[in-house]
Nanobody, 122 residues
Framework: QVLLVESGGGLVQPGGSLRLSCAASGSIFSCNVMGWHRQAPGKERELVATIFRGGNTNYANSVKGRFTLSRDNAWNTMNLQMNSLKPEDTAIYYC????????????????WGQGTQVTVSS
């Protein structure tokens, strides 16, 4: 089991910044990929940024150059620094861990946090 708890969301003006944090506990060793996803009302959940065990990162085109993903060495904490925020960034942001299935080595399982609301508005 992997437990993920997000924090740091809130209301910010366009052009402002927020730093989201994900506190991870449990079987973190099973996470091959961790990252952030977001979901706005009426839209599909979309990938924001991911980081792999080797340290490589991947960002959605919509956030490249504005968001930065980081983590500590043990993957206990993962942060998403969000700069130059736009109203389009308004969404619930979810921390994610993609791990091997406990019952099948050929499948993966996703763990999710409860989400933290980010609202960008003047």
């Amino acid at each position: 089991q992997v437990l993920l708890v997000e924090s740091g969301g809130g209301l910010v003006q366009p052009g402002g910044s927020l730093r989201l944090s994900c506190a991870a506990s449990g079987s973190i060793f099973s996470c091959n990929v961790m990252g952030w996803h977001r979901q706005a009302p009426g839209k599909e959940r979309e990938l924001v940024a991911t980081i792999f065990r080797g340290g490589n990162t991947n960002y959605a085109n919509s956030v490249k150059g504005r968001f930065t993903l980081s983590r500590d060495n043990a993957w206990n904490t993962m942060n998403l620094q969000m700069n130059s925020l736009k109203p389009e960034d308004t969404a619930i942001y979810y921390c994610n861990c993609n791990a091997l299935s406990p019952t099948s080595s050929r499948r993966t399982i996703d763990y999710w946090g409860q989400g933290t609301q980010v609202t960008v508005s003047s």
